[in-house]
């Protein structure tokens, strides 16, 4: 398998070469479950990363574990779970061939994120092919501090951009001992102000999500822990939680059945509500807003709509060209300045 693995990874290799010495142009896939996700683009050809699978290494006592990146992320998680073990940052898998590769090239997490950390957080170490068909490696499989540039975490959201993920090393986490979720009524207004003021205190808080006049808050750790946090939160326990946290994650959740373009809005967790007209929801403790609506790009994304924050088209039937929020000005003045 090992071989088999290797002769593989120079397959890759040759075709990233050929594609340079034809300059031609590919489009790197692997499980095809975020074919939504990003600018519309054209390609010469395929890159193809489906078979480039499998766990490498994993040892639970170390709480290190090290896969190529057309590993299906659900098997990944197996694996994880039956030594009650996870990927802390919750990544949502969108389909069943959903891989590592893919999410941590778009480094996405799910609703613990804003609790627990991002995806390249999580990154230790990477094997990547760059445009310059040169297979090189960074980090390693060991925490530790280290000089220079941490390129590991730069590929981790850099979308294929900077090259293709091979293989990559992650920090994994114990399953908590015990976990609930409360539900409560409440206006958008109090949530935010409840989860600013939750935020400040020390409570086992894993997952936070509001829509439609409800808030839900999950509570994860020790039994003791969550039941004096509940004693402070209060609200009703939410049967099936698992249910419903996974339809958020996954976006099975009936608000994301819609044919409306749905934006990812990303600002500061004590932001009012914005005026911008749609329907809403909200998860990281208020930091993140999804927004399905109607209105055109540039109603969204004006400055005093947005309120300092950013807003990335998600998923939309239509035209895919401006998906990501332009970076300030003045910050993009400074890192052209800075190229050669």
């Known amino acids: 398998m090992h071989s088999t693995q290797n002769d593989l990874s120079k397959q890759i290799q040759d ?24 600018r519309n683009v054209t390609a010469d050809k395929l890159l193809s990363l489906a078979e480039h699978q499998g766990i490498i ?21 197996q694996v994880l779970a039956e030594n009650r073990q996870m990927l802390a940052f919750e990544p949502p898998a969108y389909h069943e061939k959903t891989t ?7 480094n996405f997490s799910g609703p613990r994120r804003a609790y627990s950390g991002a995806a390249r957080d999580y990154v230790l170490g990477t094997t990547v092919l760059n445009g310059k068909a040169e297979i090189l490696s960074f980090g390693g499989e060991v925490i530790k501090n280290v000089a220079g540039y941490d ?27 015990a976990e609930i979720t409360l539900m409560q009524q409440t206006s958008i207004d109090a949530a935010l102000l409840k989860l600013h003021q939750w935020s400040q205190l020390p409570l086992p808080i894993s997952a936070s999500c509001f829509y439609q006049d409800k808030l839900y808050i999950r509570l994860s750790g020790t039994e003791k822990a969550i ?17 419903f946290w996974q339809s958020i994650t996954e976006q099975t959740h009936p608000f994301f059945h819609s044919t409306q373009a749905l934006w990812r809005i990303s600002l500061a967790s004590n932001t009012p509500a914005l005026p911008l007209e749609g329907d809403y ?13 109607d209105l055109d790009l540039q109603s969204i994304r004006s400055e005093p709509n947005l309120s300092g924050g950013h807003a990335t088209l998600f998923r939309s039937l239509g035209e895919r060209n401006d998906i990501f929020h332009p970076l300030p000005t003045p910050l993009l003045n400074s890192i052209v300045s800075i190229l050669p």
């Open 15 to 38: 075709t990233v070469l050929q594609a340079i010495n034809t300059n031609k142009t590919f489009t790197i896939k692997a499980g095809g479950s975020k074919d939504f996700y990003g």
């Open 57 to 77: 290494s994993y040892e639970p006592t170390e709480l290190v574990i090290k896969a190529r990146s057309g590993t299906p992320l659900k098997i990944l998680q």
């Open 100 to 106: 590592l590769g893919g999410t941590l090239a778009g």
């Open 151 to 177: 390129i590991s975490r730069l590929m981790t959201g850099a979308l294929g951009t900077l090259g293709v993920i091979l293989e990559a090393s992650l920090k994994i986490v114990p399953m908590p001992e």
């Open 227 to 243: 039941d004096n946090a509940q004693q402070s939160i209060g609200g009703e326990i939410l049967k099936q939680a698992h249910n």
């Open 281 to 293: 929801l909200y998860e990281w403790g208020g930091a993140l807003r999804w927004l399905k609506s």
